[in-house]
């Protein structure tokens, strides 16, 4: 499967880096003092934001499991440990009891409650599930999580391949991502330095 997104993030996140990149063009080119340098740091604290919260959130199925890319943390759910994929505000990855949270796809009650009104006065039914639903019907968030449940089952149906000795249950695992850290931490780093030496 391939990695799954909202895609207008993701477009207005390489837009806003391409703006920066002139901008800093602009800068290197014509700028010279004090100013210039708070201007570019400020640019480039605005890229990484951009790339922490537009570019970098995805949920990404691998053959082990589905990686949950958050701004700044990663996590990791397994298939073993994987029991359910549902969708209330944003996409939610059910670990048994644990619960997690994927921040690039979400949905806003507002348009959830607009396409179930416009379903209804055109006397379509309203779903509680997406059990039988055509896959063309559904909502972006909703299709991602009947995606993961297939795949999930799938997988799970598999037969297991043969490994020396008893593994023991694989389990979720969230880490910090070092990536995000750095993209939001060096810029900020930078401008406290302009400001701080200026």
Known sequence: MRPLTAPMPRV???????VVVLLMADLVLNGSGRSSLIAGAVLLVTAGGAYTLWLRPR??????????VNPLRDTFVPWSAFTW????????????????????????????VRENL????????????????????MRPVDLAARRLR????????APAPAS????????PVTVWAPDAL???????????AVLVVG
């Open 182 to 192: 750095a993209a939001l931490g060096i810029p900020l780093v930078l401008l406290l």
């Open 12 to 18: 207005l996140g390489w837009v806003w880096i391409g």
């Open 164 to 171: 020396g000795g008893g593994s023991a249950e694989a389990r």
């Open 59 to 68: 949920v990404v199925p691998t053959d082990e499991g589905v990686r949950l």
């Open 118 to 137: 416009l379903r209804a006065r055109d006397g379509g039914p309203v779903p509680d599930d997406d059990a039988g639903q055509d896959p063309r019907a």
């Open 85 to 112: 994929a549902d969708v209330t505000d944003v996409l939610r990855v059910h670990a048994g009891e644990a619960v997690f949270r994927s921040w690039p796809l979400r949905e806003t009650r507002r348009s959830r």
């Open 150 to 157: 297939q795949e999930a089952e799938r997988r799970k149906a």
